[in-house]
């Protein structure tokens, strides 16, 4: 029996349980692939991530896009634990993130966020700085992985963006197969 200071007893099915345990206090990804999450505001970061999605499914890597903005960030959450790597794609706002990124960020930190492969795409019409700030929280924690060089969009994604957004899907191509 496990009686858990939170939560139910636990009477039945003790191993699957138990493995359960082991795997998130070890946060080891239970997904492979990508999880593509963007905070956007008029769009554009979302469409960004969204052509950088379908780049990296083309190179034969699972992936998922999850747009935070009136999105309910638990879910987003749960997602960003379970996959091995996590691009964050945030405008700037203000001279800082957009909101709901920066809620994300804080609700990660703050469970530990932990051994992922990280990639950075940013948004900013005349001094872009989310890649920056979003960098500096996830550095704080352990076992993060930086990927290629982080895409800078400037509004609208153009066609040069797009290779900036094929070339971090390659580099993370090359992380993937290791
Ligand atoms: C309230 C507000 C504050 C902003 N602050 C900044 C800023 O500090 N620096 C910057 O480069 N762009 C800033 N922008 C511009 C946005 O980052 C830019 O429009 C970006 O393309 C938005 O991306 P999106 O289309 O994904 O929403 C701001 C926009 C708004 C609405």
Redesign the pocket.
């Known amino acids: 029996m496990i009686c858990p200071l939170h939560g139910p007893i636990l009477t039945e099915n003790l191993s699957y349980f138990l493995e359960k345990y082991n795997d998130w206090s070890s946060y080891r990804a239970d997904k492979k692939g990508v999880l593509v999450l963007s905070a956007?505001?008029?769009?554009?970061?979302?469409k960004a991530a969204c052509y950088l999605a379908q780049c990296i499914r083309e190179n034969g890597i699972p992936v998922k896009h999850m747009t935070l903005a009136g999105a309910d960030l638990s879910y987003a959450v749960a997602e960003a634990f379970r996959y091995e790597t996590v691009v964050f794609a945030c405008?700037?706002?203000?001279?800082g993130l957009f909101p709901c990124m920066e809620n994300l960020l804080y609700r990660l930190t703050s469970k530990n966020f932990q051994n992922k492969k990280i990639g950075l795409v940013e948004?900013?019409?005349?001094?872009?700085?989310a890649a920056g700030k979003m960098k500096a929280e996830l550095e704080k924690l352990s076992l993060m992985e930086f990927v290629g060089q982080t895409v800078t969009i400037k509004?609208a994604v153009q066609e040069e963006d797009k290779e900036k957004l094929k070339e971090l899907a390659q580099n993370i191509k090359t992380i993937s197969v290791e």
Request: glycine letters at 20%; a negative charge.
């Open positions: 956007s505001i008029y769009g554009n970061t979302d405008a700037t706002y203000d001279g948004n900013g019409s005349w001094a872009p700085m509004g």
